[in-house]
């Protein structure tokens, strides 16, 4: 088995948002050279995550983050943590920070409609995610 590890920065523009990395992703597998294992794809920040979801019509991107939003307002009363943030602390643990995509014939096995997002839930700010490829 071979272990590949990359790391690609994310500059994210506004404070929520879900940024399509599927194409750095499967960037990343293709060089690797890995033609059947699987895809790691890690978080490692506590006010972001990881998702697969549509990345074909981008009405459906706007509907999670406002969903995620009504659900966790960042104005909610009661919070304790004094940087303001709580939110978005939520939305990374329910969102979480890893996906793990199969890989066949060398590449990513998404279904025709899916994408790998990064979700910013407290941006503007320069992220990184990192991805491990295993296989053969
Ligand atoms: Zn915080």
């Excluded at 981008?58 to 659900?71: A, I, K, Y």
């Excluded at 304790?80 to 590449?107: C, F, M, W, Y």
Aim: net charge negative; aromatic share 6%; with cysteine.
């Amino acid at each position: 088995m071979n272990i590949v590890d990359e790391t690609f920065g994310v500059k994210t523009g506004r404070r929520c948002e879900m940024v399509d990395i599927t194409g750095q992703v499967a960037g990343i597998v293709k060089t690797s050279g890995i033609t059947a294992g699987d895809c790691i794809v890690y978080c490692p920040h506590t006010t972001a995550a990881i998702t697969i979801n549509e990345n074909a019509d981008p009405d459906v991107v706007h509907d999670m983050l406002m969903t995620l939003e009504e659900l966790l307002p960042q104005d909610r009363r009661g919070y304790r943590h004094n940087e303001g943030n709580s939110d978005a602390h939520v939305k990374s643990s329910l969102v979480g920070p890893t996906q793990q995509i199969l890989i066949n014939n060398g590449r990513l096995s998404l279904g025709t409609w899916q994408g790998i997002y990064f979700c910013e839930f407290d941006g503007p700010r320069s992220r990184r995610v990192t991805v491990q490829i295993r296989g053969k």
